[in-house]
């Protein structure tokens, strides 16, 4: 349990701080190496990934739109999605990050595995 | 088997980068334009953003510091002109990048750079028009002159400065919805935007149609459909007043009468490149002390434009040791263009004076090297038009410039197929001028003096400048320089191998129409012919008629004139055209030819009170009526000379049909019986019920709902969600308050010189062309209402003024 709270954790926090320099698929980056270095069951990889941007992009999609009165996300909405929906705007925002890195994270660990049996863990 | 599984959870993890990260499959690259921390969540900005800022740019020669008040309006307090330009450079990019760069790749025809071949005709249509041509001699006068060249360095650099500071992230969204990103700013740019205004208030042409008109009507029947002077006229400049005589007297070429004026049918019909709207125009008018409440002049002036969104203007306050202006600018321009100062206020109408022509040229042969010309064949400068195109091989276009100006079109260009004789523009905006001279000085006159001499750097496009001085003086001036026409030259294209059917002069300066102070206490201008008849030159226009009549009227009868007063009748829905064509509508009508519903209807117009309201159906119907008359009246006889896009306007209808009840167009030529008015009236009536009953059933009918008043993003319909619809605003065409659909008054300006200027503002949009932005179009709602804002003019020693809500300082290294 505490290695997928220190996975998801350090997910975010890298993502949030990669981004400051990089293009958005380096959270990719992130979900895969954590994953790599910190082994856990497949499943559990994924969902750290999938979980760790879901709540860093939805959350920060969410506040910055929450400041905005949601102005930006009421023009764009219709734009993307053909109607007028804030919330729906980030949701997909926060779910693009989570299958982006959750599928990253899913790889590492899966390479761990491949790689991890012929080193010692 | 766990190497298969690794294998396809990265492919899927590539898969989604990829998926996300560009256009291939989805429309966006959603992942990138969705990232919170680069995509378009970066420009949702704070409702209670801070905008003070300390700056420190090399380039900022002393302390400089910017005042935005609660309208995010600047107010630039700087102690040299240099300081005040790059900041201003800066401000436009900061709050208005894409849209003042966008415009300018409009001009340039470039915009299939951006979205691709579907602007691949308007692109071509511009650089025909010779576009960038025109703007690049206007460079070099800019760069000639020490000031001009000083003014717009400063503003480059700051433009430029702000987009070197400016990362990825924080592009305007619309860069990232078209993917791209800006370049740098350069004084080509300004004077391309300068140059499109050129084009949008001195770029119509009627020639094309008017030759294809000739060769079916006559000459002397265009006289009647397309007269010089209206009867109703009310001139800008009042009737009565003597013209001196002309100092230049054009000479019709000897052949005029069988090469030009004869019905040959040179020049089938073509497709013409965009024109500008015919309804760019403008109200502008000043008011002499003696009519005024508190006995100091009084000026207004509201320009009628494509309203956008971002807006064209852009509200601000410069102030330097050598000026202290208000108004708006164009983002893209240096200096205050519609506004005032401590002394003054100035506003500006369309001229609509016609100084675009063409003229037909032979090619020697394919190449476009050689033309005719006075028995020789001459060498054209030929200019080949790179057109870079999204995603695609650029397009090379070549244009032969002859002594006239560019061949807009030959057999390439608008179809490779139609077998045209080529047409070379003649075109005042090719003339090398510098017309931010003239703002340059207009921004620091004092006096009539000071105005007068500013105004002889503007050139092209022309315009009636309105003036007014807190020392009592109020004049107009009809401004441009304006082609000695001989009568009906430029009318049709004229014949291109015969240098006497050249332009042989312009008028001089002192003769373009002007009044000062005139004995009525008022100037005005609203797009109307500048003079009656007796003005000694030959100009043709596409003049408006009935709003000039209707400010006149207005302004005759006030006295005791308040700010208020005129903020009333910038907004007055009133339609003089109305008022001039429904008696006429209805004394013809044979109303017992009329079905109940029918009579229903008719009854809405005869009891309309000829004020367009949102509310009304009576503008609706008598809108539908007009229009449906104006079908019966021309279609048959403009269908059969197979011209598009030209119709005698409403004025020479109605002034016609009041003249003349038998006149010869209303009978349909296309049937064996001889139609009479009140046949014509009865059948557009007929039709304009079938037309309000279907839009009734769709609650259409009320005036507000019919017009729906619309402002469209630069991007028009592709970007719906960045528009505002359905605003309520009544007016329209032939009204004061000239807002059509998308089109109107751009910006309202009551300006009172009284010891303490006051000056009441208010324009369709916002400062921030931000959608993201509560800025983007916060002063929409009180425009639509006929609201204004009391404008702060802030004073160099005012240190701590309540409407100072952010603060941005400038200091250099």
């Known amino acids: 349990m505490m290695k997928f709270i220190v996975s998801v954790l350090l997910i975010a926090l890298l993502s949030f701080t990669i981004c400051l320099y990089m293009p958005w698929w380096s959270i990719a980056m992130v979900a895969f190496a954590i994953s790599m270095i910190i082994p856990q069951k497949h499943y559990l990889s994924f969902i750290a990934g999938f979980l760790s941007l879901l709540l860093l992009w939805g959350g920060l999609a969410w506040y910055i739109s929450a400041a905005n009165h949601n102005i930006l996300a009421h023009r764009m909405s219709p734009v993307i999605l053909g109607k007028d929906a804030p919330m729906s705007l980030i949701f997909i925002t926060a779910f693009i990050g989570a299958f982006t890195a959750g599928f990253a994270a899913l790889s590492g660990s899966l390479l761990r595995s491949i790689v991890g049996n012929k080193m010692p863990s | 088997m766990r190497l298969l599984y690794f294998f396809v959870s990265l492919v899927i993890t590539i898969a989604l980068i990829i998926c996300f990260g560009s256009s291939a499959w989805l429309p966006l690259p959603l992942g990138r334009f969705l990232s919170p921390q680069q995509g378009i969540w970066q420009n949702a900005e704070p409702v209670n953003q801070d905008f003070s800022a300390l700056l420190q740019m090399p380039q900022i020669k002393d302390r400089a510091t910017v005042y935005l008040d609660d309208r995010l309006v600047p107010h630039i307090v700087a102690n040299n002109e240099e300081d005040a330009y790059f900041i201003q450079g800066y401000l436009h990019a900061k709050f208005r990048l894409w849209q003042m760069e966008f415009q300018t790749y409009a001009a340039a025809g470039r915009l299939s750079e951006i979205v691709g071949d579907v602007a691949l005709d308007y692109d071509r249509g511009k650089r025909r028009l010779g576009m960038v041509y025109a703007a690049e001699n206007m460079l070099k006068e800019l760069e000639a002159n020490p000031l001009t060249k000083q003014l717009t360095d400063s503003y480059t650099a700051g433009v430029n400065a702000y987009i070197n500071s400016l990362p990825e992230s924080r592009l305007p969204v619309e860069y990232k919805l078209l993917g791209y990103t800006p370049e740098h700013w350069t004084t080509l740019k300004t004077a391309l935007f300068v140059k499109m205004m050129s084009q949008t208030l001195a770029g119509a042409s009627d020639d094309l149609p008017m030759t294809k008109a000739r060769a079916f009507f006559g000459d002397k029947a265009l006289r009647v459909l397309f007269p010089?002077?209206?009867?109703?006229?009310?001139?800008?400049?009042?009737?009565?007043?003597?013209?001196?005589?002309?100092?230049?007297?054009?000479?019709?070429?000897?052949?005029?009468?069988?090469?030009?004026?004869?019905?040959?049918?040179?020049?089938?019909?073509?497709?013409?490149?965009?024109?500008?709207?015919?309804?760019?125009?403008?109200?502008?008018?000043?008011?002499?002390?003696?009519?005024?409440?508190?006995?100091?002049?009084?000026?207004?002036?509201?320009?009628?434009?494509?309203?956008?969104?971002?807006?064209i203007w852009y509200e601000m306050q410069m102030t330097t040791p050598t000026m202290n202006a208000y108004g708006v600018s164009f983002p893209g321009a240096p200096g205050v263009i519609i506004g005032f100062n401590d002394s003054i206020a100035f506003g500006f109408t369309s001229s609509e004076r016609d100084v675009l022509d063409y003229y037909a040229v032979q090619f020697k042969d394919g190449s476009k090297s050689q033309y005719k010309f006075n028995h020789e064949w001459k060498k054209s400068d030929i200019r080949i038009e790179e057109i870079k195109i999204k995603d695609k091989p650029s397009l090379f276009d070549t244009v032969a410039y002859t002594v006239f100006g560019p061949v807009t079109y030959d057999n390439s260009f608008p179809e490779a197929t139609l077998p045209n004789t080529p047409l070379a523009t003649r075109w005042k905006?090719?003339?090398?001028?510098?017309?931010?001279?003239?703002?340059?000085?207009?921004?620091?006159?004092?006096?009539?003096?000071?105005?007068?001499?500013?105004?002889?750097?503007?050139?092209?496009?022309?315009?009636?400048?309105?003036?007014?001085?807190?020392?009592?003086?109020?004049?107009?001036?009809?401004?441009?320089?304006?082609?000695?026409?001989?009568?009906?030259?430029?009318?049709?294209?004229?014949?291109?191998?015969?240098?006497?059917?050249?332009?042989?002069?312009?008028?001089?300066?002192?003769?373009?129409?002007?009044?000062?102070?005139?004995e009525r206490g008022f100037v005005s201008s609203a797009n109307q012919r500048a003079a009656d008849s007796s003005y000694p030159y030959f100009?043709?226009?596409?003049?408006?008629?009935?709003?000039?009549?209707?400010?006149?009227?207005?302004?005759?009868?006030?006295?005791?004139?308040?700010?208020?007063?005129?903020?009333?009748?910038?907004?007055?829905?009133?339609?003089?055209?109305?008022?001039?064509?429904?008696?006429?509508?209805?004394?013809?009508?044979?109303?017992?030819?009329?079905?109940?519903?029918?009579?229903?209807?008719?009854?809405?117009?005869?009891?309309?009170?000829?004020?367009?309201?949102?509310?009304?159906?009576?503008?609706?119907?008598?809108?539908?009526?007009?229009?449906?008359?104006?079908?019966?009246?021309?279609?048959d006889e403009f269908e059969k000379a197979g011209v598009s896009d030209l119709l005698p306007s409403d004025p020479t209808l109605i002034e016609a049909l009041l003249r003349d009840s038998a006149f010869r167009y209303i009978d349909n030529i296309s049937t064996p019986s001889t139609e009479t008015l009140a046949d014509v009236m009865l059948a557009s009536f007929k039709k304009t019920a079938a037309n309000a009953d279907s839009l009734d059933a769709q609650n259409k009918l009320t005036w507000g709902a019919f017009k729906n008043t619309t402002i469209y993003h630069l991007l028009k319909t592709k970007l719906m969600p960045f528009a505002r619809t359905g605003l309520p605003i009544g007016g329209g065409e032939h009204v004061i308050n000239a807002m059509k659909h998308d089109h109107g008054p751009s910006w309202r300006m009551v300006v009172s010189l009284e010891k303490e200027t006051t000056a009441y503002i208010v324009y369709p949009g916002g400062q921030s062309g931000n959608p993201g932005s509560v800025y983007y179009d916060n002063f929409v709602d009180k425009w639509a209402a006929g609201g204004y804002y009391k404008a702060w003019f802030m004073q160099r020693e005012e240190n701590e003024g309540e409407k100072k809500l952010w603060k941005m300082e400038f200091v250099g290294r």
């Not at chain 2, 107009?476 to 015969?498: C, H, K, S, V």
């Open chain 2, 539 to 635: 100009i043709p226009g596409s003049y408006d008629l009935y709003r000039g009549i209707a400010i006149n009227r207005k302004l005759k009868a006030m006295e005791g004139i308040t700010p208020e007063d005129m903020m009333k009748l910038q907004t007055d829905n009133y339609n003089v055209f109305a008022e001039t064509a429904r008696p006429l509508l209805l004394k013809y009508i044979p109303a017992g030819k009329l079905n109940e519903n029918e009579k229903k209807y008719l009854d809405t117009v005869a009891n309309w009170s000829l004020y367009n309201n949102i509310d009304l159906r009576g503008p609706t119907l008598f809108t539908l009526w007009f229009d449906n008359l104006k079908k019966q009246v021309w279609d």
């Open chain 2, 429 to 518: 905006a090719h003339d090398a001028s510098n017309e931010l001279l003239m703002w340059y000085y207009l921004d620091r006159a004092n006096n009539y003096d000071d105005y007068l001499n500013a105004l002889q750097y503007f050139t092209c496009p022309g315009h009636n400048v309105a003036f007014a001085s807190k020392s009592g003086d109020i004049a107009i001036w009809q401004q441009g320089t304006f082609p000695a026409r001989w009568n009906r030259q430029g009318l049709y294209i004229m014949p291109g191998e015969d240098s006497s059917y050249m332009w042989q002069g312009f008028i001089p300066r002192d003769e373009n129409p002007h009044i000062k102070n005139p």
């Open chain 2, 228 to 311: 010089q002077v209206a009867d109703s006229l009310d001139p800008v400049i009042p009737k009565g007043t003597l013209f001196p005589p002309p100092s230049v007297l054009p000479v019709a070429p000897a052949s005029a009468d069988s090469l030009y004026l004869g019905r040959d049918s040179l020049a089938g019909m073509l497709k013409e490149i965009e024109k500008p709207d015919p309804g760019n125009g403008s109200n502008n008018w000043a008011v002499s002390g003696a009519k005024t409440q508190s006995g100091a002049p009084i000026l207004c002036n509201d320009p009628h434009l494509t309203l956008s969104l971002p807006s």
